[in-house]
């Protein structure tokens, strides 16, 4: 199986197993970390069934806009008809490794949750890079650290259960190549989130 088919196949149950008032209250702490302003455009990759989709809207207000994407057809149908009454959010079927967006779109790219599954994490890098504005931020984000994402997709499928962050050096390093600067890594009991900045 490969992972469109296993989020596909896990759509339907997703928000049931995971969107816990537990995670709710992380998120709800978790997104002003990102340093998001009133006004900017975000790309939520990976966005699933949309639990991010609230507070990004929240956080860039009306005269922001937020783009979601992510590779399953039945993760976007879950996210449309949770969120088709907010008039700027706009969810498609994409794959920040395969599709490319115009340059200098973005005002920041939020990844939760999704990048352990990115076959491709350099070639993800670099659209990011070639999507954000100049002096655009990329978030990473997860409300586990590494180990505890190691340890998690270990038990849940074989589909996943290589999908793992790459250790520290090696993200710093994949993001330097790719033209970013400024990169904080917090990898603690329960978060991890790594942002930054397009050079």
Avoid at 94 to 100: C, F, G, L, N, Y
Avoid at 187 to 196: H, K
């Amino acid at each position: 199986m490969g992972a469109k088919d296993y989020f596909d196949k896990a759509a339907e149950t997703w928000d049931a197993k995971f969107l816990t008032p537990k995670l709710s209250s992380f998120l709800e702490k978790l997104v002003p970390q990102f340093g998001l302003e009133a006004g900017q455009t975000v790309l939520d990759v990976g966005t699933g069934t949309g639990v991010l989709i609230p507070y990004l809207t929240k956080a860039v207000g009306p005269e922001g806009s937020v783009t979601a994407i992510d590779l399953s057809e039945k993760m976007v149908q879950k996210c449309k008809t949770k969120n088709f009454h907010i008039k700027n959010v706009k969810v498609e079927v994409k794959t920040i490794q395969e599709d490319s967006f115009l340059p200098e779109t973005f005002d920041a790219v939020v990844c939760f949750g999704v990048f352990p599954h990115l076959d491709n994490k350099q070639k993800a890098l670099h659209n990011i890079n070639t999507a954000l504005k100049p002096n655009g931020k990329l978030i990473i984000a997860h409300a586990l650290s590494s180990k505890e994402i190691s340890a998690h997709h270990k038990k849940a499928s074989p589909t996943v259960m290589h999908d793992m962050l790459p250790p520290k050096n090696t993200l710093i390093n994949m993001l330097e190549q790719e033209g970013f600067k400024q990169i904080s890594i917090k990898d603690e009991p329960g978060l991890y989130l790594c942002t930054a900045i397009k050079a």
